[in-house]
């Protein structure tokens, strides 16, 4: 039986500690986390990684040491609250009219505070289990991975069989997400006064040409994932010049590339390098340097998964949706996780993913006890 009062204000405590990445600061919820699962008798340990950022461990003992842990999982920061008004302050956990508002709120704190809630009702209920129960909460998803990367070799997770990862999945089940490449491509020319451009060269001009290319930019897999569907390449940032009359020597521009599972992230950079080859030959003083911010594969499970299949009938069975594969196009910790453990991996959590990000993020109570629900009964069947 899911307390419902304490598993509101539980999540409300979290939404309050300002975790937004960068710079991070996961301390501050690793510390309230670990707080509320001792007081419930489960084992805590926090990982720091710094003097304000930390990975969390906590663990639901079972009967035996045989039987491999299912993992679950989830991330303690927060992207910034950004330039747009909200309309909820964004660290008030306001509860109004069955929602609850807040960064994070959504993605992911009230996956990772239904996590811990539904450990505590299985410690409550003293409820028999063969195996351990392991919550990891990881810092940095958000920009890096830098906290799920720590934790790969660590032995809380050497007997893992299985994850449940709590990001916003509308209350569906999610078997696969897209991989994320991310890419800085900056190009050099020559200042100049800008009443005398021929004496320099115009970075920007440059870029303008080098965007032209990315705009048109062909993927070398043409076929659509049935999870996934197509690659995406996003011109997300352009930063370039120092003053109106000043001739740029510098522009920068970010890539935001998502993949699916049979696309090579290797095979992408030495297509976009062989564009910056021609464009060498074809541009006098055309300069490039390539560097690689982010790089996480995608996620898709093995065929005939039966953890998968339990997440997808538990779903089916306790909240009458469909038992039907569905795919992320964000990426998750599993782009660390599955690659090193080579174990199934789902994803289902309350929030809805269209919200993430977004100013006046929310995360319906009724969702947010569901999956309480949900994480208790997978954690039974297991």
């Known amino acids: 039986m899911v307390n419902q009062e304490r598993a509101i204000k539980f999540l409300q ?3 309050k500690i300002k975790s937004v990445n960068p710079p991070g600061n996961e301390l501050g919820v690793a510390k309230a986390i670990v707080e509320h699962a001792a007081k419930a008798g489960l084992q805590t340990e926090i990982k720091a990684l710094s003097s304000s950022r930390a990975n969390v461990i906590v663990r639901l003992k079972g009967n035996g040491s045989k039987h491999r842990s299912l993992l679950f999982s989830g991330h303690l920061d927060t992207v910034p609250v950004g330039e747009t008004e909200w309309k909820h302050s964004p660290f008030s956990g306001s509860l109004i009219n069955g929602k609850i508002f807040g960064r994070g709120s959504c993605d992911m704190k009230s996956g990772v505070a ?8 299985l410690k409550e209920t003293r409820t028999s289990l063969d195996h351990d129960v392991v919550f990891v909460g990881t810092a940095g998803e958000e920009v890096d991975c830098i906290g799920a990367s720590m934790m790969v070799n660590d032995e809380a997770l050497k007997n893992a069989g299985a994850i449940v990862i709590a990001e916003p999945s509308n209350g569906k089940v999610f078997t696969a997400h897209k991989g994320a490449l991310w890419i800085e491509i900056k190009l050099f020319g020559k200042t100049a006064h800008g009443s005398m451009p021929h004496e320099g060269i ?48 510098q522009c920068k521009v970010t890539i935001d590339i998502r993949t699916i599972p049979e696309i090579k992230h290797g095979n992408i950079i030495k297509d976009i390098k062989e564009i910056l080859k021609d464009l060498e030959m074809k541009i006098d003083h055309f300069k490039a340097e390539l560097k690689i911010i982010n790089d996480l594969p995608a996620l898709e499970n093995e065929r005939d998964s039966d953890f998968v299949s339990l997440a997808l009938e ?9 038992a039907e594969e569905k795919g992320a196009n964000y990426y998750t910790d599993a782009s660390v996780f599955f690659p090193a453990l080579k174990i199934p991996t789902i994803i289902y959590g309350p929030g809805d993913e269209k919200l993430a990000h977004q100013s006046d993020e929310y995360v319906e ?3 947010y006890i569901r999956a309480i629900q949900y994480y208790a009964e997978i954690a039974k069947r297991f």
């Open 202 to 249: 115009n970075a920007i001009v440059h870029m303008s040409e080098l965007i032209e290319r990315l705009k048109h930019f062909s993927f070398s897999y043409e076929k659509e994932h049935k999870l996934l569907g197509k690659p995406t390449l996003t011109i997300s940032t352009v930063n370039g010049g120092i003053k109106t009359n000043v001739v740029p020597d």
């Open 365 to 367: 109570v009724k969702k």
């Open 114 to 121: 239904a996590l811990i809630e539904a450990m505590i009702t």
């Open 13 to 15: 405590k979290l939404i």
């Open 314 to 322: 538990l779903n089916k069975e306790l909240n009458k949706i469909e």
